[in-house]
């Protein structure tokens, strides 16, 4: 399957403007791996999950297998990137402790990425992988972005979004854990949350397909919506998590 680059044009504005995990995240993610020396954040982005596992984890090794993107990823002491498929690392061998999939996995070769991981992993490694959808900030605003999401930029989101709709149902086949439950949280001005939507690969479809700007067509609304454009305002997403172990038997098959 080749690499489908929805991300790489605006490179710059989806570093400046994707909220952040929670550290809470990362401190659970460390206390399940087998250890904590090597963890690969695959599809990395511009890094953020890597850098938060950095925090925990002796080394990560971040890949994306776009060049814009690894270009614009935050430097970290203890990670490393490369830019590389999540179907084909060239990671050794059952070296690492934890996989980190953070908002990526519907972009990838499901049953090539996971004969990646399980050879990759190491026994009692750790795959998990998180996504989130829509943001919550108050309901005038929420009404505003769903119907933006939905009706405005919908037709031109890429097929894979769905499954980001219905993560919880995505085949996983490791041996589950149930994780607590995470939301990422922010604080934004109304430039942030337009900058946000501007980086959505449906936005910048739209542009390519119309030439024209979708964001015109809730400008108005978003601003009665939002009030004073400088005011901050609390915006949460509602993180859902698969965590799945590598079982010792996989590792004895492999």
């Not at 989101?157 to 980001?164: D, G, S, T």
């Not at 995505?170 to 430039?191: A, G, V």
């Amino acid at each position: 399957m080749a690499f489908k680059d929805h991300f790489s044009a605006q490179a710059a504005d989806y570093a400046k403007f994707r909220p952040g995990y929670p550290q809470q995240l990362f401190d659970y993610l460390g206390s399940i791996a087998p250890s904590r020396q090597l963890a690969w954040d695959c599809g990395t982005g511009n890094g953020q999950a890597a850098v938060g596992l950095a925090l925990l984890f002796d080394r990560v090794i971040a890949t994306d297998a776009s060049e814009k993107q690894i270009a614009k990823a935050e430097p970290h002491e203890r990670v490393e990137y490369r830019v590389a498929p999540a179907e084909n690392s060239g990671i050794e061998s059952e070296t690492i402790d934890l996989i980190m999939v953070a908002q990526a996995l519907h972009w990838f070769d499901l049953p090539r990425f996971y004969e990646e991981a399980r050879r990759a992993l190491k026994s009692n490694g750790v795959l998990a992988a998180s996504a989130y959808n829509l943001l919550h900030i108050e309901p005038a605003i929420d009404a505003v972005v769903n119907r933006y999401y939905y009706e405005v930029v919908g037709p031109f989101w890429p097929p894979e979004r769905e499954l980001v709709e219905n993560f919880a149902d995505l085949p996983f086949p490791f041996h589950k854990i149930d994780p607590p439950k995470f939301e990422m949280m922010t604080q934004w001005n109304l430039e942030y949350l337009v900058g946000y939507l501007r980086s959505w690969s449906s936005t910048q479809r739209f542009i390519t397909a119309k030439d024209s700007d979708p964001l015109h067509e809730i400008a108005d609304e978003l601003r009665a919506a939002w009030g004073n454009a400088k005011q901050t305002r609390r915006v949460m997403w509602p993180l859902t998590l698969r965590v799945g172990i590598k079982a010792i038997s996989e590792s004895l098959a492999t």
